[in-house]
């Protein structure tokens, strides 16, 4: 069985060389790699085609950018029976970690599963970090939404033509969106093998800032208020242009759209949003989980999530009704003006 590697790229030359290394490491597996350019000026594209990789067969195309177009041309032309979408800068520990997705997910009688690896950031500064370890075990946890592509998208072909191609038009979740309608036909299981990525983007940008406007990217684009899209500027910069992220000019934005609209649509979106976070809540309980299991030293996943799975029944009980709804949109409408106002506070000292 043939495993078809489907890598889209943007001006990724400082990472192409350990990718192929690492790939090439891996044992007992038949692999197609196939790499959509999206119109790299820093030398991508010359480099690809000199490589003649003898560990897998090897197609490079180009289209134009935009991840979701850019994984969608390389799909078409991919022969694989399995197929796993990667990021540029994944990388494997396991030489098996390859052979044991496939054996794991070929095992399975229900063909419509998929497996995302356990995820690790890789980092210049190693130090122990709550931040990073509550994202990598939330990452493990296979919850809604909590499956992103830097996990690898495993599965087999299949189930890809069930769920349908990456959509287009998004500038940025695309992957989410793909994760998501996946769970509508099929389902998500955790592989065993982990998978490390670069936390280059969050070293640069800060891992607070980018999951801050990410919370915002995630929530407008499930209440589908796509206007935000259309005119937020540099909401997923490419790489080379990561610099540290002011998040206020955001919600400026987020501001000005509002008050553009009358009071009821305004409060429609207010609603939406609400509804929306309230789902999500239950990160707080898994919160202080992860800050007991790390404060206790125990590698990632290693902890038990008591708080979570005794307060998320309660929670649910007690919200999941109007009056829960009605609480979570008045909250969200209070965050959003303290965060704005502290967000202000902060990057004007930070500039002074």
């Known amino acids: 069985m043939q495993l078809s590697l489907i890598v889209p ?41 000199q490589q003649h990789p003898e560990w897998a067969d090897y197609e490079i195309i180009q289209c134009s950018a935009g991840r979701g177009r850019q994984l969608n041309r390389a799909t078409e032309i991919a022969t694989g029976e399995w197929v796993l979408f990667l990021h540029i800068d994944s990388r494997f520990v396991d030489p098996l970690a390859l052979r044991k997705g496939l054996d794991h997910l070929s095992r399975a009688r229900n063909k419509n599963i998929a497996g995302h690896f356990a995820l690790k950031f890789r980092r210049e500064d190693d130090a122990y970090s ?14 809604p939404e909590t ?26 979740m695309e992957d989410t969106d ?32 980018r999951q801050l406007l990410g919370s915002l990217i995630m929530c407008f684009r499930m209440i589908g208020w796509n206007e935000f899209f259309v005119v937020a500027p540099g909401i997923y910069r490419q790489q080379q242009q990561s610099e540290k992220l002011l998040v206020q000019p955001f919600f400026q934005l987020v501001r000005k759209m509002l008050n ?50 005794f307060l998320e029944p309660i929670y649910i009980f007690l919200t999941d009704n109007l009056l829960g709804r009605c609480s979570a949109t008045l909250l969200l409408r209070s965050w959003f003006e303290l965060t704005d106002l502290w967000l202000s506070i902060k990057e004007k000292k930070d500039a002074s």
């Open 9 to 49: 790229i943007l001006n990724e030359c400082s990472q192409l060389a350990g990718f192929f290394a690492n790939l090439s490491c891996q044992k007992d597996v038949s692999l197609e790699l196939v790499i959509c350019d999206g119109g790299s000026t820093d030398g991508s594209w010359e480099w690809l085609q």
């Open 260 to 309: 553009e609209l009358s009071i009821q649509e305004r409060w429609k979106i207010w609603w939406r949003g609400g509804c929306y976070i309230r789902g999500h809540a239950w990160q707080l309980f898994f919160a202080v989980d992860a800050r007991r299991a790390f404060r206790q030293g125990l590698p990632v996943e290693a902890g038990h999530c008591h708080w979570l799975n």
């Open 178 to 209: 793909f994760a998501e309608r996946l769970r509508s036909v099929g389902q998500w299981q955790l592989l065993p093998a982990e998978i490390s990525t670069s936390a280059r983007r969050f070293e640069a940008e800060g891992l607070w800032q």
């Open 147 to 172: 499956i992103h592509g830097d996990q690898g998208f495993f599965l087999p072909r299949c189930l890809l033509d069930r769920v349908g191609l990456f959509c287009e038009d998004l500038p940025a």
């Open 130 to 143: 709550e931040g990073y370890y509550f994202y990598e075990w939330k990452a493990r946890l296979g919850r």
